[in-house]
């Protein structure tokens, strides 16, 4: 029987508590970070309910009792203006800046609906998850009834994907068979935009939508309208056709280009080094490597 090496950690076993002025940024942040709703929600979030996910840092090899963060930039910085002194981490054992990100699953509106249903049965107040998600009570609310009139069957399709709310109100006006067609649409396109969805409702049949009276976008549309937007389809189709023929030169490019800088800014002495050196060509490295999307490819993202 062979024996099999043993599986390396990515982090040391015992947590740290360090000192927020003690941990060094290796990522420049942008000057409108802090205006995000992003950013916000993250401040409102630690003032609420105190810090869930720790920082992930690792010890800079040049200076004792100094750390590196590698995942929690956002964190750090929402810390450090709320004037928290003290942050536990984790320590880690890879000096690789973007791993940590790049095996993150993004939670879907899916999966925060059922966290919130979760949590207002065990009795949290709706109050206190608006205060801890930075939204207000009718949001949470609207949340916690997302999936209702949303057959099964959709739900599983959607689950892992960034369909934002609005998407599934409009699926909600069409009938369970009709609300399967439009989700295998969306997946198969990789498109779960509110504009895509509403083309869906526009040419689905009166018979297949949830309520016969219910009146989709384009009824009542005038003559007139309808002609100007055939135009300007076909202004936008003519379009498309003038950059079809680079579009994919173009996309393989950047491809390339964002997967060496992954790799690239994942040495964290590059990163140091840039960040010393030439802090404003770091931002802009990050900027590219942490791109969701490339043409229609999903990309994962800090």
């Known amino acids: ?30 000057a409108t970070t802090k205006e995000s709703g992003k950013y916000r929600q993250i401040v409102t979030s ?3 309910v105190g810090l869930v996910e720790p920082p992930i840092v690792i010890p800079d090899a040049d200076n004792v009792g100094s750390y590196f963060v590698l995942d929690g930039h956002l964190r750090l910085e929402a810390l450090r203006d709320l004037g928290v002194a003290e942050v536990a981490c984790l320590v880690a054992t890879d ?34 998850l608006a205060e801890a998600l930075g939204v207000d009570v ?3 609310r609207r949340r916690a009834k997302l999936l209702n009139g949303i057959c099964p069957e959709v739900v599983d399709l959607l689950k892992d994907t960034a369909t934002p709310m609005v998407v599934f109100d409009i ?9 399967i067609e439009a989700a295998e649409l969306m997946v198969g396109q990789s498109n779960f935009s509110r504009n895509f969805a509403n083309a ?39 379009q498309i056709k003038s950059v ?10 950047l491809t390339v280009a964002k997967g060496y800088l992954s790799r690239l800014l994942a040495a964290g002495r590059v990163v140091r080094w840039l960040a010393q050196n030439r802090p404003e060509y770091l931002g802009e490295f990050q900027s590219i490597a942490e791109m969701r999307t490339i043409g229609n490819d999903e990309m994962a993202a800090e």
Do not use: C, W
Request: proline content about 4%.
């Open 46 to 48: 630690i003032r609420a």
């Open 200 to 238: 869906m409702l526009v040419a689905t049949p009166e018979s297949q939508l949830a309520t016969s009276k219910r009146k989709s976008p384009a009824s009542g549309a005038s003559r007139e309208n309808m002609a100007r937007l055939e135009r300007e389809l076909s202004a936008l189709q003519g």
């Open 95 to 128: 000096d690789e800046t973007f791993t940590y990100n790049k095996r993150i699953n993004r939670i879907s509106v899916a999966q925060e609906h059922k966290m919130i249903l979760r949590a207002i049965e065990r009795g949290v107040p709706e109050e206190k």
């Open 1 to 30: 029987m062979t024996r099999t090496a043993p599986v390396k950690l990515g982090f040391r076993e015992d947590g740290v508590v360090l000192q927020v002025a003690a941990i060094k940024s290796l990522k420049t942040l942008r």
């Open 244 to 253: 079809e023929d680079t579009f994919g030169v173009d996309t393989l490019h």
């Open 171 to 179: 699926l909600r006006m069409m009938k369970p068979l009709r609300q």
């Open 138 to 140: 009718i949001t949470i």
